[in-house]
Structures are given as structure tokens and as C-alpha cells.
């Protein structure tokens, strides 16, 4: 199964997507590991990596361990001349040897792990998984014991239905769905994670058996589209689930509210001025040509006295929050390895594009960019907030 | 050098534990069970030493749980055989005494210089499993262990004490050593390597048979520990803190 020469290899990176063979027209201009954030501190960024392999060193990168160090942003990918697939191919395919050969750092097996064992990364039980709707004053129908057809699906994720943060998110878009009188169902205890993180640390085994138990589980039931906060969750859904035999359409949150727009908008009022930036999640933008930079955009703008600003880098430019790629669980590793977090180079571009409020669109980044603002010292200067939670305030004051 | 790992199913302590009035056991009817994570460090020491000197490693374990994943798992890992246990009743949770006998009627018919199991259990707190399966098979028993090596064809076992204290005991002939952690952490395995193994390993079964613990206690009550005492919460503004704690650990003794 592990392979010993760069040339079988690299044959893997060439068959691991549909245009792996780009990777042969690498001029080594260096723009990958340039716009890589933590290109700074990898041994083999993107384009050293590819260096090596066409030296036949193989055996110098799987002594290094700083892949782990990749977010899986697409941001090399999307800046690539040549288009190759970095992230998903040459990236992905080296996690998955790295992890063939047992060289893991210890918190992401632990990540790992519970994927396998409770179908949550978190290492929750998996019963607990539609606790969140207990004592909640809108009702969200379990699909197994709701026994009628539904218009939408909600996917709600590993961290929309545990984490204590985004949960709070969940009930927020819980709400908008009730004022929207959106026919809705969730699966609850026959949810699994995604699997699209997982995947994306080499683990495609795990991602198969995680995607195989929520495709069944939903085509159990009866419904037109699937609805999702989670962009991994979107992207996973979008582009891996077709060939494991899910028809349906999937949407991020950003394109079903402004597909109703019409009757959202009415119901947002003015409760006051505030200032407020976008951070733009990977996997709604760059990751898959996703592009869905303008829908969380216009939104943001529907919300009477809310001021959008722009920071330095935003839409495709957008800096990764350090979560994908298994970054999400490789904190302790990374700080050792790179000494920085990009959810604090975030925050202080929020706070120098004047922003009072961090908007975000995906459950990795509440709690991260929240950490970030107590790291920086910035607490009291900059609130983060989902998308969903400032649509909330303009609707229920 | 041949090794059986001993290995079982616990409590899953993710779930919430109810207690079944009527038998005073843990109501099994909402347990989930998982594999002994001492136990995991035992295989991942038994596959150290077959890295290092050769030899096999025969996992076995009693059907209960999700066994068959576990034992694949270890397959994948690197163990040569896998076997389980089964019989009636044995998913309904068993004494350290009924283990043991269970345990040492199978681990006989495997090739083993060295029993290897966890030290320790979330139900088995003292440690008897491992200790009572030497005692049966009339082998010397080292709890507490560390790091097992093999040097000049003599297994020396470090034994870990409380104290921060360390033994290296060197063993003669066959023994059951409790593993209390691997020299490294217990290794990962992708998930694509177990779904191989379910594909090509074939688990052993070995019948329980007749083998019945020596002396079983009988339980009259079970319950979920009360909190006697809980935290203080000192509450006030700074200063006012800063003087509530400076006064309690004058009065505790803790300042002078």
C-alpha cells in the first residue's frame, strides 16, 4: 500500500484527480509555497516538494513531518499557472502516506480516531448528536421520527450539533428557517461527520465509510435539497457524495437565504450601526472553483445600519483560519512547528479595516477567531460573529 | 519471541452510565463498550518487541462489543492471529475472576513467552485481570509496566512505582505482564488497511468452555457517587478576591 520511490508517488498524485497530470508542467516559479500561510515553516512547501520528488529525494520529505503544517486552503491550487491540483492531489496524497507510515502526530489520530468510533471528531457520543434541540424554542424535526417528506435536508455537522460556540450558531439558522416557514428535517443521531476534513488529511478510507453511512441515511428519506452551515460539509456533499450515489442538490446557507432574499429582507431592521468585515471560508471560495464570495456579501449588506468593510486580503486572497486540512485539531503541533496563527494575522486586519464585528460563514471559525481576539489582547474590540447570528439580531432585535 | 495479547471490551464512558436496579449492574441496554485503552498500549508494546526481535503476536479478546472491528484493526496493525472467545452470555459483562479463567483457558492454545494485557480497566481499578491470569497458568505476574526489552534472551520488564520510582525486572521464562503505556504512543492505522484485513484475515474462535471463575462476590448495590464537597467560588471585584484568598490560605496554613 505505501509506496518507496517518488516516481510511484508521484504515478498516485497524477491519479488522484481527474487533471493530476498537470503536475508535470510545474515551472518551479515558487507562487504556491509564496501565498502558502504556512509555507514560512514547512520543510517541502508546495514547490520544494515537487522539487524533491523530481530528485527522487521521497525519502527527505517523509522524514519531514511539516506537511502536516498544510491547512488545506487551495490557496496554492488557485494561484498555480498551470493549474495544477495541489491541495486535493500532490498535498493530500503525501498526508495519506505520511499516514500509511505511521508518522501522525498524536492530537490528529486522536481527531481521527473518533471519526471512526463515534462518527464525530470531537469524541462525543454519537445519541447526543441532536441534543442541541432540546429545551429550544423552535421545533426541528428528527427525520426518523418525523415521517413526512421535507423540502430540505439540514446537514448540521460535527461542530453545529456539539460545540457549545457554534451551536449557538445552528439555533440561530434554526430560527431563520422558522420565520422563513422553510420545511425542514435534520438526521440527528443518523448523522455522521462529513468526512470532508478527514479526507483531507490523507484519511480517504475514513471519509468513504463516514460518506457511506450519511449518503444511506439520507436517501432513506424523502426530500428535494440538502441545506448545510458547514462549507467542508458543502464541499464534501457538492463534489465527493455524486459518486457514492447522493442526486441532490446541496447548499451553504449563503446561497439558500439569498435564494430567499425576497422574504428575508423585509423582515430585517435597523438595530443599530455597526461596522463589519467578511472573512471568506476556503471551502465556499477557492476550494472546487466553489466562488460563493458574493451571496454571504449581499446578505451582510441586507442588514439595515450595517456598514461592510473589506480587510486586506478577502474573496479568493482570503487567509485560511488554520482549521482545514486537519488543522482544526493539529493546534498544539502547529504552534510548536510555525509559531503563528493566521486567525490573529485575521484579527488585526479586522480591527485595521475598522471593523467592530469578524462576520464568518463557517463553524470552524467562531471559536477560532474568538481565541484570537483573547490572544491579541483584543477583547471588547472585536466581536466575531456567523452570518446567520447578525441576521438573527436584525430580524428578533 | 511469541506474544498474546489479552485484550477486552469496556464501558464507553462517552455515554451516560444507568444502573439496573433489579441486578445492582450497569444496565446494558444503553452501554456502549470500547476496547481497554491499557489494552491498546499492551498490543502496541507486543508489536514493538515483534518489530524488534521477531516472533508473533495472537490478540484475543471476548465477544462482546464491536470485537470483530477491534480485532481487524489489530490485524491491520501488524498481529499474525486474532481470535475471539465465544459463548453465552459473554456480552453481558464479565468478573475480573470469570475473565481471568476465560482468559487463561484460551491464551494456552497460542505460542506465548509473554502474555501482554492492560494493567488496568475502567471496571477492573485494582488491576486483577492480568494478575489472577498469571496465577491460573502459574506464571510470574509484573503490573505496572512501561517498556518491556528483550536483551541476551532475557525480557527485562520496567516496572513503574508510585514516587516516580522505577524497577528493571528481569523475567525467567514465561510471564503475564500488566502494560500500563507502550513505549510510544499505541500507533494509528488507516481505515483503508482495516477494511482490507476484513477482507483477508480470518478470525479464530475459541469456545469458552466450563472455565469458572474461583470466587465470585456477589454485588448487593450499585450507585453513582454523590459530590460530598464542591468548589468555592470566590466572587467579588479584584480586590475583594485578591483579599478573600489571601485570608483563606493564611487560614489554611498555606502563607505565613
Sequence with gaps: MSVATSYEFLDKVIHATPDGEEIRKCLQCGTCSGVCPYGFAMEYPPRSLIAALRADDFHGVLESDTIWLCVSCFACASVCPVKIPLTRGLLATLKTEMLVGGSIPQELQTALGNSRRYGNSLG???????????????PVPVLAAHKKPVDVLW??????????????????????LFVLDVKFGILGAEENSDGDTQAFTGEWGLF???????????LKYQFAEILTADPHAFNALKHEYPRLGLDRPVKHYAQFLTEHFERLRPLLQNRGPQRVT??????????????????????????????LV??????????????????????????????ARTTEWRVKEALAAGAQVLAVACPYETPRFEDAVKSTGNEGKLKVKDIVELLVEAVFG | MDIVVLCKFVPDLVEDLEIDASTHLLDRNFLRLMPNELDDHALEEALLLKERHGGTVTVVTVDAGDVDEALYTAAAKGADRVVKIVGEGLDQGLSSQRLAALFAQAAGEWPHDLILTGTQAVDDLDGFAGALVAARLGMPYVGYVTKVASENGAVVARKEYPGGLNADIEIVGQAVLGIQSAEKPPRYVVTSKVMAAMKSVTIEEFEAGDAQADLELPITGMAVPQSAAHAEMIVGSVTEVAEKLAKLLRERGLVA
Excluded at chain 1, 468513504?208 to 441515511?217: F, G, P, S, V
Excluded at chain 1, 486572497?317 to 482544526?328: A, F, P
Design chain 1, 124 to 138: 462525543e457520543s454519537p445519541r447526543k448528536r441532536a441534543d442541541w434541540t432540546k429545551d429550544f424554542t423552535v
Design chain 1, 155 to 176: 446537514f448540521v455537522g460535527d461542530y453545529g450539533s456539539y460545540h457549545p460556540r457554534v451551536q449557538q450558531v445552528t439555533r440561530a439558522l434554526a430560527k431563520l
Design chain 1, 208 to 218: 468513504e465509510l463516514l460518506a457511506r453511512k450519511n449518503t444511506q441515511a439520507m
Design chain 1, 278 to 307: 467578511y472573512h471568506d471560508p476556503c471551502y465556499l471560495g477557492r476550494a472546487n472553483d466553489n466562488n460563493l464570495y458574493e451571496e454571504p456579501r449581499q446578505l451582510l449588506r441586507a442588514i439595515p445600519g450595517l456598514d
Design chain 1, 310 to 339: 473589506e480587510m486586506s486580503h478577502n474573496r479568493a486572497l482570503s487567509i485560511c483560519c488554520g482549521g482545514g486540512g486537519g488543522g482544526m485539531w493539529l493546534d498544539g503541533f502547529s504552534w510548536e512547528k510555525a509559531h
